[in-house]
């Protein structure tokens, strides 16, 4: 009888930890809108260069970069220095399956940046983004 027991105890850990792995993998599971994408920051004389791409999954009903945000320190702080948004030109395409551009930001030499960039993909299913953070300084 104590054998029963615990093999019914053995099995009820393992239907525990087989569900719990389960619930893991769905929440990290891929996008349904963005296959890949690739976001690079650089900085050339006087220019912050933010590079993107983004790859849908099928042919997006729009997608590219919904945003960028830089930064400048100031002291122990950092303040809005400028940006774009997915309404700039250039920022975004429509009724494609793949995007790739090159935003370029004023900037100063020797001043810190930090620049916060968001892609993104959209169909009739929904919208899907994905930011980084990248701190550069400028030349």
Known sequence: MKKGRLFSLFCAILC????????FALETRASEQIHSYDISVS???GSIDVAVSVEGKTLMDKLGCQSIYVYRKDGTSWVYAGGRTEGYTGMTRTQKSYYSNTISLSGTAG?????????????????????????????
């Open 43 to 45: 900085t050339s004389a």
């Open 111 to 139: 001043t810190q940046y930090r620049v916060e960039v968001t892609i993104f993909a959209e169909d009739s299913a929904g919208r899907d983004t994905r930011s980084q953070t990248f701190y550069v300084t400028g030349k």
């Open 16 to 23: 525990v930890i087989s569900l719990t792995v389960q619930a």
